[in-house]
């Protein structure tokens, strides 16, 4: 699994360059959002167009033209591929990577390092953990819950266990925050590989294909309970983008803002664990997105997050719907793992921000 | 069978589903498979694939394939075969086996072995079902 090891190179260091706010010419977002908006609208266009199924972009628009307009489909089999199958994985992707860049945004902010992600914090070790209890260990009365079920009341019990073991006096420690979420990680991982070593050999190739990620099972049952929790996580960070300038400038700055740091800071720690905990159980462990997007978006707009977050939001949804398109057509007609290609991309960049910050 | 028309047959077995990385329900290809349909007067809907395909298939070719009979394992003595088949029925619509509810159950027999004969007769009963049986 690409996502399971958590980011702490730099974690509590002075050194480390936080992502926070710095004095340089203010970049519009503006066009920036314009041209986002244009780019992910054109991927999703593209991705519901494109599959192993040929069909004319004249079929995908009569299909989705039907739907729309509630007449009965005139193509039962491209209005059930289009509808049933691409769609909700189209807008799947743009959720889970406008959820994961959110989430990616606002952990960098809680603890101040530019190499934080979401999974930094064990939320997908414990999902993992579920997803693979489920089939094998899960009794008769959970059965209903399903992997996606298992996997997100697991990763909320991580960030419940990883918080408890964060407090020091009350109060939530930037460092104890990410220790503990890199013991809670391992031990989960451990858990997961001996679960995996005891199971049938024919059900490890779909709980490897989930623990890499991937979007090919998300139906519209699964996008009902990802999508308010998703866009739960992010309006929350949207009304919260002052409090983030604060916080990721230090606790004394957010003070001085008027900022309730310690209640503020578990706020961010809830919705970047609902964020990471909503996506990864329903298409698994999808890695770099959180770590990569932010960044990227940093380059576009710079760090201010009233700027950085919507940005950061379009980027990570047009990124994750194209790499959703490249995972079902690079090898057609097998499916990659969408972690494979976020961490082809993801690793090149996660080194050169290393290598930048050992020349800083 | 010879002579008689031929049907398009699925062989899925929806208990085994973790052999496929999209969570659809493994279907058997290749040589014995094909050879065993070819034999009961009926072609694999998926003929001439091989036989790692149950791994690979997504979900637009399964919607997109033409079958007009299924012929479903049982994986499981718990298994419910009525169950079983009309989920995947009510899931691909499409497929001209559901309008007709036209399923045939099979187990062991569509693997390699002397057992092959029974699913050969099986499928071909319920391929050519106005034969002289």
Known sequence: ?360 | MKGLPTKNVLIAYPGMSMMNSNGLPAVMTGKLYDDILAAAGARNVFAGADTEMTSKLNAEQFAAADVQLLAIGLFTADDDLKDLAGQLFSTYPRWPAASGNQFVPVADSVYFGPLNYLAVEKIAKAVHPDADW
């Open chain 1, 1 to 360: 699994m690409t996502s399971t090891v958590p980011t702490t190179v730099g974690a509590g260091d002075p050194a480390a360059q936080p992502p926070a706010p710095r004095r340089r010419p203010r970049r519009p977002a503006l066009p920036a959002v314009i041209v986002l908006v244009a780019v992910l609208l054109a991927a999703m266009v593209a991705a519901t167009a494109i599959g192993s199924v040929p069909l004319s972009p004249g079929t995908v628009l009569g299909v989705l033209f039907d739907r729309l307009t509630r007449r009965p489909a005139a193509d039962p089999l491209a209005d059930q591929i289009i509808w049933d199958i691409r769609f909700p994985r189209v807008l799947a992707g743009a959720l889970a990577g406008a959820g994961l860049a959110a989430a990616g945004v606002c952990l960098q902010a809680l603890v101040r390092n530019p190499l934080a992600d979401p999974y930094l914090l064990g939320v997908s070790s414990g999902a993992s953990l579920g997803a693979v209890l489920m089939p094998v260990a899960a009794p008769a009365a959970l059965a209903g819950l399903g992997v996606t079920g298992a996997a997100f009341g697991t990763a909320c019990l991580t960030v419940v266990v990883v918080f408890l073991l964060a407090q020091r006096g009350g109060r939530m420690a930037d460092r104890r925050l990410i220790l503990a979420g890199v013991a809670v990680a391992y031990l989960a991982n451990a858990v997961t590989s001996f679960v995996q070593l005891s199971i049938a050999p024919g059900q490890l190739q779909g709980i490897m294909f989930w623990l890499m990620g991937s979007l090919a099972g998300v139906q519209w049952t699964a996008l009902a309970t990802m999508t308010p929790l998703v866009l739960s996580g992010i309006a929350v960070l949207l009304l919260s983008v002052r409090g983030l300038n604060g916080i990721a400038a230090g606790d004394d700055t957010a003070f001085g803002l008027g900022i309730n740091v310690h209640w503020f800071r578990i706020r961010l720690l809830l919705a970047g664990s609902l964020l990471t905990a909503a996506v990864v159980s329903a298409a698994g462990g999808i890695g770099f997105v959180g770590l990569v997007i932010p960044h990227v978006a940093r380059l576009l707009v710079g760090g201010d997050h009233r700027r950085l977050l919507p940005v950061a939001l379009l980027l990570g949804a047009a990124f994750m719907v194209l790499v959703d398109l490249g995972a079902r057509t690079l090898a057609a007609p097998s499916e990659l793992p969408i972690g494979i290609i976020t961490a082809v991309v993801g690793a090149p960049y996660f080194l050169y921000l290393l290598r930048r910050k050992e020349i800083g």
